[in-house]
Each structure stands twice: as C-alpha cells, then as structure tokens.
C-alpha cells in the first residue's frame, strides 16, 4: 500500500522557516512531506489531519530546538511516533544531544545546524523513504 506521505515534519511554529527549508529540501528530492502550515486547509480539523498523517507517513522528521522541546504538542507528536512504531530522527538545531526530550534519545540525532547537516538529513531520510532501511 503506498502511504500519502514518506515525510512527516514536527516543529514548532516560531521554527517554520527552518521548517519550511527542511520540507522544500526534501520535496525536491522527489519526497511527499507534511509540514502542518503548508498541508493543513483552512478551516480543517487540524489535530484530526496531523493524527492521519502521522499513521500515514514512513519517517518522522523533529525539528529539535529549544521551543520545540519545551512544547506540549511537539512531546505529543513524538510520543504518538512511537506508539506508531515509526521512524523518527531528530534534527537537531541549537540544541546539544544531551538537550533532546527523554522520548527522542533512544534515537541517533543527526545535526542540522549547516546546510551539509541539512543535506546528510535529505540523504538519510531518501534511503529510508526508498529502502526498508530502518535507521541505525
């Protein structure tokens, strides 16, 4: 069955431009992304959306940063990641490993803080989107 989105994207939404980069990245690479602003209509049952899209994607992108960490809802979708047994990587972003949620550290981080952590993240995810490839 082939899922509606290889990408799922958690950020926090003062994060949406790095966000936004992330996605474009990762679209151009031939990807099908969600990224809540840009994928959610106006008017929708926005929660409801976000839910679908996280049973319906292969990998879970988090955006790792300061504001993302101390947000309830990013914790959330972390923690509905991995009741879904998916495949996350956190991102990280002007945070230091040791500043990732307890829910993400079973997961190996990949830094993103240049655009080659960007590219080595857009590589990653493909080999995953396009492999059974589980992260390692």
Excluded at 37 to 63: H, P
Excluded at 70 to 79: I, L, M, Q, R, T
Excluded at 84 to 107: S, T
């Amino acid at each position: 069955q082939r899922r509606k989105y290889d990408v799922f994207i958690s950020y926090k939404t003062e994060d949406k431009p790095f966000a936004a980069e992330v996605r474009r990245k990762l679209k151009a690479a031939g990807l099908r992304v969600f990224l809540a602003q840009a994928s959610i209509d106006t008017g929708s049952d926005w929660e409801q959306k976000i839910f679908d899209a996280l049973r319906c994607c292969r990998v879970v992108v988090f955006i790792v940063t300061a504001r993302s960490v101390a947000s309830e809802w990013c914790n959330y979708e972390v923690g509905a990641a991995r009741a879904m047994q998916k495949d996350v990587i956190p991102a990280l972003r002007h945070v230091a490993r040791a500043g990732q949620p307890q829910a993400l550290k079973r997961f190996e981080p990949i830094d993103v803080q240049t655009s080659v952590g960007v590219a080595c993240l857009v590589k990653k995810v493909v080999r995953m989107c396009s492999s059974n490839e589980r992260p390692s």
